[in-house]
């Protein structure tokens, strides 16, 4: 647009002429292309915009049937004074296939879900004339022992796999098949004692390849990670392996499937290189070798070199969670920790970058136990490096700028107190929580509108997202008419990026 702005010459009573600051609005709608400054600057309005428009309670029927979780939540309203430990309840892993067109759920209960987005969404924004979800419309609904996480495959999207800690194998069902048996079974090699006994190695997260839909990995409670190759046998073919025998509670593969990220109970992120370096893995090799990792960072010992932080905060070592790889800047790693800190590193530097510290969950006099018996599963929104996690104190969720740069509000060199920073920019630069009516214990972000399915501790999916009516009265900020226009703006580059 500027080419065809000629400046006027200067007038003849000696005014230089005005010069304007570029129109930046114009270069995102002509050019059709978002910077990651522009998705960070407009992020601020997509955060201010979300608001839970929908809730559904796992309350299904199998067979005509209630399912286990229909049960468990009917037993928790009755008797909501049991104690914890007695109750199998709660979301445990969810996740969107890779066009967003089915959402996959797993529950503590053993219930398999995979729902119709559309069918969700429509009935949150008030766009049916239904306000419960029509059990017709699930693609799949099976019923097993506990499952504590799903996962699509990349390479195959009409393939779900699911597992266990109190399970051996991993279980592929194919959603084009109405079956309640999974058309493939992964096992564990068997570990047995001196007695004889089989001890039972768990398995508690899983990847898959983005290159071979044959392959596929899973952390256990024993600190390894077991690969398959499926073609040649359903037992696996190579295992990485720690010096403990500490629970990998989630693993992460590399856009370029090179390296494997896992993170354990005792607060340490390991790594292991499949294709190169001292510990190379070559999937080639079929033969059941064990490989110790490349790396391993105990995520204390970096928090500790954050001065500021180590001032203000106790740090002792914790449980992560989670890790999760930043699908928007590969190289950013999060990782969320059982007393609810949130953080990344840099796996160019292997240094913290981001941090962020909730108040503790006895302050606001949240139950510490039950907060402890859930392993929190954030997610991040696809496009502008924002993490969604659930609050451990609180019934709600936190959305974190992790922004890669010392404008993120969460960076550890980020000075809000500095009289350089305009006001404009610490608004741009501020995080956001969205308060729920259950408490979280997984987030799922839509890949291409970034709508937020939160799964909770009564197992219900609560739908956070923008409200198509708002009012005063609702209790929710309005946005700006201005604002709403770059929101739009923002979401309409986000389907097309």
């Known amino acids: 647009m500027d080419k065809f702005v000629f400046p006027r010459s200067a007038s003849s009573d000696g005014h230089k002429p005005i010069r304007r600051r570029r129109w930046w609005r114009s270069i995102a709608e ?7 400054k522009y998705r960070h600057e407009l992020s601020s309005l997509l955060l201010k915009s979300y608001a839970e428009i929908g809730a559904f309670s796992h309350l299904y029927h199998i067979g005509g049937r209630r399912c286990p ?85 990349p390479s195959n999207q009409d393939e779900v796999a699911c597992t266990s800690m109190q399970s051996n194998e991993v279980l592929l069902f194919d959603i084009g098949y109405v079956s309640s048996e999974p058309v493939e079974v992964l096992r564990k090699r068997p570990t047995i004692t001196v007695h004889g006994c089989e001890v039972l190695r768990g398995l508690s997260d899983i990847a898959f390849t983005s290159i071979d839909k044959s392959r596929l990995l899973a952390s256990d409670v024993y600190g390894s990670i ?139 006099g949240a139950d510490i136990s039950s907060s402890y018996s859930y392993l929190r599963k954030p997610s991040w929104l696809p496009t502008c490096s924002i993490y969604a996690v659930g609050s451990s104190s609180d019934n709600g969720v936190h959305l974190l700028d992790f922004y890669p740069g010392p404008d993120s509000a969460c960076h550890v060199d980020f000075k809000e107190d500095t009289q350089s920073i305009s006001e404009e920019k610490k608004q741009k630069s501020r995080n956001k929580f969205v308060p729920l009516s259950e408490g979280v214990t997984a987030c799922a972000a839509h890949p291409i509108n970034s709508t937020i399915i ?34 739009q703006i923002f979401q309409q580059a986000l389907q097309g990026v």
């Open 30 to 36: 002509l050019d059709g292309r978002l910077s990651s």
């Open 226 to 364: 077991n690969i398959w190759d499926r073609r040649i046998s359903n037992l696996p073919c190579l295992e990485l392996t720690t010096n403990t025998r500490s629970t990998i509670n989630s693993i992460q593969l590399n856009v370029e499937n090179r390296i494997v990220f896992g993170a354990s109970k005792h607060g340490i992120i390991y790594a292991w290189d499949l294709r190169g370096g001292r510990t190379s893995v070559a999937f080639q090799s079929h033969n059941e070798v064990c490989h110790p990792p490349l790396t391993s960072l105990k995520v204390a010992v970096l928090l500790e070199k954050i001065r500021h932080l180590k001032a203000q905060s106790e740090i002792s070592s914790r449980e992560i969670h989670s890790i999760d790889l930043d699908p928007s800047c590969p190289y950013q790693l999060a990782f969320h920790l059982a007393d609810g800190w949130s953080g990344v590193l840099d796996t160019n530097t292997f240094q913290v970058t981001h941090m962020h510290c909730p108040p503790p969950a006895w302050l606001n």
């Open 69 to 153: 979780t229909h049960m468990h939540r009917i037993g928790d309203i009755v008797e909501p004074s049991r104690p914890a430990p007695l109750r199998r309840e709660g979301i445990s892993g969810l996740e969107f296939d890779t066009k967003g067109i089915y959402l996959a759920s797993v529950t503590k209960s053993g219930c398999l879900t995979i729902h119709d987005f559309e069918t969700l969404y429509c009935l949150s924004s008030g766009l049916s004339p239904c306000s419960e979800e029509d059990e017709t419309k699930h693609l799949l609904h099976l019923s097993a022992r506990q499952l504590d996480v799903i996962r699509w495959n």
């Open 454 to 487: 939160a799964g909770t501790k009564q197992s219900s999916l609560l739908v956070i997202s923008q409200r198509h009516q708002c009012h005063p009265n609702d209790g929710y900020p309005l946005v700006a008419v201005e604002e709403f226009e770059h929101l």
